[in-house]
């Protein structure tokens, strides 16, 4: 059962099956490239355990996405709260990650797109924001692409500081 649907895209609750396509995913460099490191089997397990406890507190979370025509986890897609704290937390983000193989299809901006709609008139959330590293365009794009404006740069405060991904750009999207 879908939360939140697309003509291609269904985004739900996690099953086990997602376990070794989600751990391939967050070891594949091309998908973490942005991130500090490829995360560990049991960096991805303590990941998906946290999701889940997240899913089971809250009306939102980040929910395992599946391409509806074949059934296959593709990646997350969905909205949850940053555990840092800077001068824009405590927020609701909107966030994703999708394996490579799913890329270029436009399943993330057709995913956020939703998400950000049932968070407007489902969930009554006044504001979504994204960050990412200011290296990251094609999560940028994807930021632009769903209507979300730029709104300043940060230094992300869990990421090392002499790192070149620290500078982050921070983007918002308003219900109106």
């Excluded at 405590?90 to 994703?96: A, S, T």
Aim: aromatic share 14%; proline share 6%; charged share 25%.
């Amino acid at each position: 059962m879908y939360i939140i649907e697309t003509e291609r895209i269904g985004l739900r609750n996690w099953k086990a099956s997602d376990e070794v396509p989600f751990t391939a995913m967050n070891q594949d460099p091309r998908v973490m490239e942005f991130f500090p490191s490829l995360l560990t089997l049991e960096d991805s397990f303590t990941m998906i355990e946290r999701i889940k406890t997240f899913l089971n507190k809250n009306p939102f979370g980040f929910w395992a996405a599946e391409e509806k025509q074949s059934g296959s986890f593709i990646g997350f897609v969905g909205l949850s709260r940053p555990r840092f704290q800077t001068d824009f937390t405590p927020c609701v983000e909107i966030g994703w990650r999708l394996a490579h193989q799913f890329w270029g299809k436009g399943y993330a901006p057709e995913a956020a797109s939703a998400c950000i709609a049932y968070s407007f008139e489902k969930l009554r959330i006044p504001e979504i924001l994204s960050f990412t590293s200011i290296l990251n365009k094609r999560s940028i794009s994807v930021m632009e692409k769903i209507g979300m404006k730029y709104v300043k740069n940060f230094d992300h405060p869990l990421i090392e500081e002499i790192s070149p991904l620290r500078p982050h750009v921070l983007y918002a999207i308003r219900n109106f």
